[in-house]
């Protein structure tokens, strides 16, 4: 039988600054997904996770970092004890614009750039309606990913939109 249970604790500090930690039993449980096949381990292996979220007038910043709290039995060394973290920061004021710029960095994550940087930006064209456009770039670990060719991945560029409609 596999259950997996966890524990979250929220701290308001000083101000407008909130961080927190949790635990989780089962880290591939987790909505991170941190581990892409989560079925092909040997024992369930528990994660720890902190976050500090500061907002000050027109800018909020983030920081959050998860990590296993031990290795993955089963799994290949440097693939076997995930780790990631990242830092955001955004800017609004009374424009209809909003920007956001991004940094995050991750160890052993299989398939995934070991370090990424991006920019967006958030356009409210009205109460109900608003597009965002993204651009993230990520650079793998030498020797790290290979794409379906069997050729080493150096780098990952990723351009997204959302455009939403509220009812």
């Not at 000050?56 to 998860?66: G, K, L, T």
């Not at 799994?75 to 209809?96: C, T």
Request: net charge negative; proline share 2%.
């Amino acid at each position: 039988m596999h259950t997996t249970g966890g524990l979250a604790i929220v701290i308001n500090s000083v101000g407008n600054v909130e961080s927190g930690i949790s635990y989780i039993s089962d880290l591939s449980e987790s909505e991170d997904n941190l581990l892409e096949d989560s079925g092909f381990y040997e024992k369930q292996v528990a994660g720890v996770a902190a976050y500090v979220y500061a907002e000050f007038e027109n800018i909020d910043m983030s920081f959050e970092i998860v990590s296993a709290v031990d290795s993955f039995a089963g799994l290949d060394e440097g693939v076997n004890k995930p780790q990631a973290w990242n830092i955001e920061m955004g800017y609004f004021d009374e424009s209809s614009i909003e920007y956001a710029l991004r940094f995050e960095k991750s160890n052993e994550l299989e398939d995934e750039p070991r370090s990424q940087a991006g920019i967006g930006a958030t356009w409210h064209a009205s109460k109900y309606v608003s597009l965002t456009v993204e651009y993230l770039q990520g650079r793998y670990k030498p020797g790290f990913v290979e794409d379906d060719q069997e050729q080493i991945l150096k780098y990952q560029k990723q351009l997204a939109a959302q455009a939403i409609i509220s009812f």
